[in-house]
């Protein structure tokens, strides 16, 4: 029937559209494995001819590779990890406890959102260089240790938490800490998930505040080395593919393996408004 | 009153305080910092010996409004948003109605597909985006001679520089705009939809008086999010052009980060910065505006 039609064109066409989305990525990895001078050949050529790992194995050994997939990881885990605390008592504070002037202080965290960050940058790093910090560690994660997108994210998903449960606990004779540790925290998982990806996924993408800061090649994060080897082996395609797959494939193994949350908590962060 | 009843230090302080104290050190602090820096001259030598700051008062400013380099930013900057923006709404929210359509056999493998290019790193992607548009072996010269068209140098030539990153933003972002706009279609009610086809209304007729209005608030909020996202644009450029041919795809944050961070002139970089602040303030400012008129009417 024309309804079975219908249905075949419609997938036909989105499968189009998804071939057409993942080609690049595709292609990334095929040209990475192939060898050197391959991808000048013409007519270009999808698939390598006799796929080698050299590029691989150069990056890994010459070009200091193990050191930047470290410190990507070490920046990622610790403005993930640190990040969550800050704004998970941030925003369950906001959603739960009562302080003076709550709801005022938070219309204007949330009006701060407007505001690019590119303001703030130059006298942050001359702050961070008055205290030594430009090209440490540190001086990454400092300024993603909090941030009022998490926080109103924690808040919207806190403000569900029904207040008979906390009181319940209060009447039980349990302080405010252990409420939130074993009270609010096991009940806010899913929205941590979420969070934690969010932050893990911006920081290890995180390109113009680590360009900055970071001057010293032994520090650089996977984003930052690709773009300086982009300078120097521009010419050498196969070599900077196989440094793109190593930058996107942590990224993309930790989305899919978590996938459901992020997409589920994007779409509840946006709605909610 | 209640506030006698409260114990001497509230326990809120002690859970908001650390996320507020570290807003305002690392974000707020800095932020007006800015706004003081753009009335000097700080520069590579202040930067050394602070005795040589001066204040200058509105000069960087009035230096902007001269500089040819800032009007081609602002251009390149304006073209980007206001092609690109519209352009990157229309296919996420495209895609998210064929995402949406019932029977779509899969929907969820093929939502995680087109939105994989979201969490990859920009300049990793810009890597093979750069080989894709190389005027000799790129696959996108090769599909045009194939079709008989001539080749183009993308990436370089002054006409196309633009448009070419302006692709590579839409296929990067399109698939974070299509995940809020299925979350949009998804929550309308299929009862809307079925009175409206009992009232003899064709597929387009629902999707203008059903679809569109119940999907406004989502696409007010897609289009505040996208407009202040691409007016700060940066890394692109950075990583495929550097802001060239000749100044065809210079922005105005990579002007700021070039003058600020290559040349050491934070004075006049700060005044730049604080401009993107207000075409952020005069863009979201004018689409509220137009939301509400369009409410009105």
Request: proline residues 6%; contains cysteine; aromatic residues 12%.
């Amino acid at each position: 029937m024309s309804g079975g039609l219908a249905r075949w064109a419609m997938s036909l066409v989105v499968a189009m559209l998804a071939g057409l989305t993942l080609f690049p990525l595709a292609w990334m990895l095929s040209v990475s494995l192939m060898s050197p001078l391959e991808a000048a050949d013409l007519p270009p050529h999808l698939l390598p001819r006799a796929p080698t790992l050299m590029h691989y194995q150069t990056l890994w050994q010459r070009l200091d590779l193990p050191r930047y997939l470290a410190n990507s990881l070490l920046l990622a885990a610790a403005t993930t990890v640190l990040s969550l605390l800050f704004n998970t008592l941030g925003g369950y504070a906001f959603a739960k406890l009562r302080f003076v002037g709550r709801e005022r202080l938070f219309r204007l965290l949330l009006a701060t959102m407007v505001i690019p960050a590119q303001v703030g940058m130059l006298p942050l790093f001359l702050m961070l260089k008055q205290f030594g910090l430009v090209n440490t560690y540190a001086g990454v994660i400092l300024p993603g240790m909090a941030s009022v997108f998490g926080i109103f994210m924690i808040r919207q998903y806190a403000r569900s938490i029904p207040d008979s449960l906390l009181d319940a606990a209060r009447i039980d004779g349990a302080g405010e800490w252990r409420i939130f540790r074993s009270v609010v925290l096991p009940l806010c998982r899913p929205i941590l998930v979420t969070l934690a990806l969010f932050s893990f996924l911006g920081s290890w993408n995180d390109f113009l505040w680590p360009l900055i800061v970071l001057s010293d090649g032994d520090r650089y994060t996977l984003p930052v080395a690709l773009a300086n080897l982009l300078g120097e082996h521009a010419q050498d395609t196969e070599l900077m593919m196989a440094g793109a797959v190593v930058t996107t494939l942590p990224a993309v193994l930790v989305f899919l393996l978590l996938q459901r949350h992020y997409l589920a908590g994007l779409a509840t962060g946006a709605l909610k408004e | 009153m209640r506030t006698p009843l409260w114990p001497p230090v509230n326990p809120a302080l002690g859970f908001v305080a650390p996320a507020l104290l570290l807003i305002a050190l690392f974000f707020v602090l800095p932020v007006a910092a800015g706004l003081v820096l753009s009335f000097t001259d700080f520069d590579i030598y202040a930067l050394g010996d602070l005795d040589r700051l001066r204040w200058i008062g509105f000069d960087n400013y009035r230096r902007l409004w001269n500089d040819p380099l800032v009007g081609r930013a602002l251009g390149n900057t304006l073209y980007f948003t206001l092609v690109g923006g519209p352009l990157s709404v229309l296919c996420s929210l495209g895609a998210a109605l064929l995402m949406t359509r019932p029977g779509l056999p899969g929907a969820a493998v093929w939502r995680t597909a087109l939105f994989l290019p979201v969490v990859t790193s920009l300049v990793a992607v810009a890597v093979v985006w750069r080989y894709l548009y190389h005027p000799l072996y790129g696959a996108l010269n090769h599909l045009m001679a194939w079709t008989g068209f001539e080749p183009i140098d993308w990436l370089g030539d002054a006409r196309t520089g633009m448009p070419a990153i302006l692709l590579l933003a839409v296929w990067k972002n399109f698939g974070f705009n299509m995940v809020i706009f299925i979350a949009g279609l998804q929550s309308i009610p299929a009862r809307l939809y079925e009175a409206a086809a009992l009232d003899g209304a064709g597929r387009w007729a629902q999707f203008r008086h059903v679809t569109l209005p119940m999907l406004a608030p989502t696409l007010a909020f897609v289009a505040i999010v996208t407009l202040i996202g691409h007016l700060q644009v940066f890394a692109e450029p950075y990583v495929m052009t550097q802001g060239g041919p000749a100044d065809a795809t210079l922005t105005v944050a990579l002007l700021m980060y070039r003058e600020g961070f290559r040349w050491w002139k934070l004075g006049y970089a700060s005044a730049l910065a604080l401009m993107l602040f207000a075409l952020i303030l005069i863009g979201t400012g004018l689409q509220t505006w137009l939301r509400r008129r369009g409410a009105r009417s």
